[in-house]
């Protein structure tokens, strides 16, 4: 019997090259180094991501990798770093990765609130937990993913945090992620949050560049939370140069009569796959993944996202808006799944994007597996360009062309920016927003003239 043997592409050759010299290094004890082999096979059997894989048929990772960046090392903390951190305005615990290695010296751990409790997440691979394999895996639906597969694999180092039962952190833990340096270079970083049972608490993660070399970035974060907890996960991407290609994933596991929220911006990011894999764990439960994308140039954002009701009586909600300019690709693929036994679940998912221009495209494809009789779940989604008439209200009234446009945009990304509570943490995302359509205003300026 023959066996078919699929052509390598020369960044394939190269990540095995490099899975083969660094598994030595790379931290975990036993469990963790099966876990990195198993994940690795499963990468080499299914290769890069590629378009004739459904859920990534818009991000065709195996074109865009043409070469594998060397892996990066030791954390390089450079004069950028020190100035982009100096910059971040942000209360409570800052814990920093500078390509993906967590740095101590440059994060806030003393005087962390009672309850709280910060690793490298290197020292929890080789820590011999019980529970670290099944942590690091996260939901069934994520299983099957050769980007994640990858990450297992490389993953390095990032934080690893628990939160005690019924701690309530009155402010944020921000894990702030920095690639750094002029030389091109690949970054596995992983992060875990383990919130145990009535935690109320904040995560957000800050994804940036702080360099001027394109970045290949695979990172993920992994929630655990406990029954009648409240997490609340904010994440910003912005601030890499356009050649950056990256792969941002989220697993989350959340517990009964619990709330877990999710908003992401993203601007400036160059290449980015956003995927989500989220599972219910328990009964009585409400879960919102929300978010906004900016984009121009040729830069290219996907949301991928699989939300997993195995239980009755879920709610969950699902809306990311779009705005895009230029040559710029947005696309979103939602698939909520219904289980046989999980009756009364609540299910709502909602893309809407808006072109700027007639080079600009997005890709919608929202899905429903639905195997119980007794739900209520829905799903929409538009494209569309600018309103005229919004537009000639703002403009009757003396406001030139390009400053209406951007208050239209402002309103328009604003509905899903509202859902983030923690109002400093709003202020600095509609910051974010603003500046990225205040640069578009004056270069539409600039071309009028």
Known sequence: MSVITPLKTAAEQALSAQFAAAKAELPGALTVRKLREDAFAGFEAKGLPHRRLETWRYTDLRSLLREAAP??????VTTGVHGRLAALKLDGARLVLIDGVFVPELSTLEGLPEGLEVHSLADALVSGREDIARVLSGPGVASDDSGLMLNTALMRDGVFIEIAAGIELAQPVAIVSLASGDAERAIFHRSVVLAGEGVKATIVEISEGAGRAASQINGAIV????DESDVQHVRLVTRHVPETVQVQSLLATVGAQAKFESFALVCNAGTLRQQYFVRYAGEHTEIGLRGVNLLGGTEHSDVTLVMDHEVPNGTSREMFKSIIGGEGTGVFQGKVIVRQHAQKTDGSMKSNALLLNDGATMFNKPELEIFADDVVCGHGA????????QLFYLMARGLPRAQAEALV??????EAVEFVQDEALRDLVMAEVEAWLGAREASSVVSAV
């Open 71 to 76: 892996l990066a090392g030791a954390a390089a």
């Open 409 to 414: 945009l402002q309103a328009f990304a604003g």
């Open 223 to 226: 929630f655990e939370t406990g």
């Open 382 to 389: 538009t494209v569309a360009q600018i309103d005229g008439e």
